[in-house]
């Protein structure tokens, strides 16, 4: 059996959170030789949170499985539907159950943003010594955790930053949208029935960029500059779904990786936002809007060649009296934009990251 320091530079040797989290759950059943690992987390709104499972292994299981990717939020369980998960977080300590098995649920996280908890199941109940031993990988969890947050997202507005747009944008683009792990088992496999019509929607990726936002540095000042970027972000996270991935490429740029049923549904995803934004009342500047395009993920696409139509859409936005969403699609399909992947001054070639 592997020493727990073996397993501790297992845990922190990788950089994608599904493996880090997958290295958690087989570390701890092999350690405990327990009857099941699972790490859930919290996701959805106020109101209708709900637990995704990040990884799971059960007595017998080779590999963790896990949620797929592009879950619905309404397939799975509400919070209220396992307590002593919620307990665990608002105590911030072990909290154990009894049962035909003993499950003892530890607390992964404290930031209302990003909840999670870490289930044990086992014979009996773990010993004191063990216990110590879990909470004391559990922190070298939530440190490499932290210094992976540190890393990925952006200092001002949380979102997740520039550099992580590659590696994301290769993972989701994929045929099928797999989750990274494998997934065995009855239960997982009705997991992928569930998502199998899903299978098909199409990707998209959108820019979204503030109209004006020089002018708001200029009369207001950088720190409410900031304060727009960050109420704006949050913005973002009310009106996008839960496995959205939202970014921050630098001053009033964002981007968003989604997918939609169509090119009319991903539209209206950005014309919600540009609404919401519309009808917000930012402090010291008032209403302020925003411009966005987008376009849909095409085979052989590039992170760079996929940005460069959206981004060309929403410079068309911006000319053509901002406040307003644009599909690089219905463009060309007017003939305002041309299709060519390779603009005419060679910027397609441009390497963005």
Aim: proline share 4%; hydrophobic share 40%.
């Amino acid at each position: 059996m592997l020493t727990v320091v073996d397993h501790l530079a297992t845990l922190t040797a990788f950089r994608d959170r599904d493996v880090v989290d997958a290295s958690l759950a087989t570390a701890l059943r092999d350690l405990l030789q327990s009857g099941g690992v699972a790490v859930y987390r919290c996701v959805g709104e106020a109101g209708d949170r709900r637990w995704l499972t990040r990884a799971r292994l059960a007595a017998h299981d080779t590999v963790p499985s896990a949620d797929p990717l592009w879950t619905d939020l309404a397939d799975l369980a509400p919070l209220a539907a396992h307590p002593h998960r919620l307990a665990a977080l608002q105590q911030q300590a072990a909290v154990s159950v009894s049962g035909d098995l003993q499950t003892t649920v530890f607390p992964l996280t404290g930031d209302h943003d990003d909840l999670a908890v870490l289930e044990l199941q086992t014979d009996a109940p773990l010993a004191p010594v063990l216990q110590r031993q879990v909470v004391s990988i559990l922190r070298v969890y939530r440190n490499f955790r932290a210094l992976l947050d540190d890393s990925e997202r952006d200092t001002l507005t949380g979102l997740l930053n520039r550099k992580t747009f590659d590696e994301a944008f290769y993972k989701i683009a994929e045929a099928g949208v797999r989750p990274l792990l494998s997934r065995p088992g009855p239960a997982v496999q009705a997991d992928e029935r569930r998502d199998q019509p899903q299978a098909e929607q199409p990707h998209f990726i959108a820019v979204i960029d503030i109209d004006h936002f020089k002018l708001v540095n200029d009369n207001h000042g950088h720190l409410i500059g900031d304060e727009v970027l960050l109420l704006l972000s949050r913005l973002m996270r009310s009106v996008f779904r839960f496995h959205d991935r939202l970014y921050r490429f630098g001053g009033e740029e964002f981007v968003v990786l989604m997918r939609c049923s169509g090119d009319k549904q991903a539209g209206q995803a950005l014309e919600r936002l540009r609404t919401c934004v519309r009808s917000f009342a930012f402090p010291k500047v008032g209403t302020i809007s925003v411009s966005a395009g987008y376009t849909q993920l095409r085979p052989g696409d590039t992170p760079g060649t996929a940005f460069d139509r959206a981004d060309r859409a929403v410079y068309w936005a911006k000319g053509h009296g901002r406040d307003q969403v644009c599909s690089h699609a219905g463009l060309v399909a007017r003939g305002d934009l041309q299709d060519d992947l390779k603009l005419a001054d060679g910027a397609g070639d441009v390497e963005l990251f």
